[in-house]
């Protein structure tokens, strides 16, 4: 079974820049999850969604950050406008249907966000 | 609020060198308790789900323990290739995952 793909790996831009990260989860896992990983710290939920809707967004900046995931399936978070602290890995995670119990989230390579 | 915290922060083996590494929690309503394992530059890999106080699983040279209050994972003979990061995490209502800040392990030949 293929993983949760994530692009692009890595990404420089300046600060008040905007950018855009893509991802695919495995086929046929309804829940999709996007983490903020801090250099040395553990992964923090920026946003759940079940199929096409938002589940849990409690934790997501919304005046700089957006996610959709269309169609139930590939998902984009933005940022927009980019900030220096905004700079760490960005995890795609997925599973099957409503939640983790009994269901682990699997995670994708990330990508690694530096901002100048 | 949920909290994790995980210690040590980081831990030094020698191959063969058995050790535990720790994982306490305080939170409302516990679903799930998560080991993960994070090579550099990679995703967090799943290693087991715990579900009640005594249960414990094992996989290989890991083996997980819950109680009420903490979970640990027991390295026995490590070798080199167990270096990594690992992550504990916690599933609550709506099923959130909150990690603690991981334990570095390293295992010299």
């Known amino acids: 079974e293929a993983g949760v793909a994530q692009s692009p790996r890595y990404k420089i831009i300046e600060k008040r820049q905007s950018v855009a990260f893509w991802c695919n989860p495995i086929s046929g896992h309804a829940t999709l999850y996007w983490y903020q990983q801090i250099l040395g710290q553990g992964p923090k939920l920026l946003i759940q969604f079940q199929n096409n809707g938002v589940v849990d967004d409690s934790q997501l900046p919304k005046d700089r950050f957006s996610a959709e995931r269309l169609k139930g399936v590939d998902s984009t978070l933005k940022i927009q406008p980019a900030k220096l602290e905004d700079s760490a890995v960005y995890l795609c995670?997925?599973?099957?249907?409503?939640?983790?119990?009994?269901?682990?989230?699997?995670f994708g390579d990330g990508t690694r966000l530096s901002i100048l | 609020e949920d909290q994790v915290t995980q210690s040590p922060e980081a831990l030094r083996l020698q191959e063969g060198e058995s050790s535990s590494l720790n994982c306490s929690y305080t939170v409302s309503g516990l679903r799930g308790l998560f080991w993960y394992r994070q090579d550099p530059g990679k995703g967090p890999e799943f290693l087991f789900t715990l579900y009640s106080a005594g249960e414990e699983k094992e996989k290989e040279r890991l083996k997980a323990t819950l109680t009420k209050k903490e979970s640990f994972l027991h390295i026995t003979a490590p070798k080199p290739e167990d270096s990594a990061t690992y992550l504990c995490?916690?599933?609550?209502?709506?099923?959130?995952?909150?990690f603690g800040e991981g334990t570095q392990l390293t295992v010299n030949p």
């Open positions: 995670a997925s599973s099957r249907v409503g939640g983790t119990t009994n269901q682990p989230q699997h």
């Open positions: 995490a916690v599933e609550t209502s709506g099923s959130r995952l909150t």
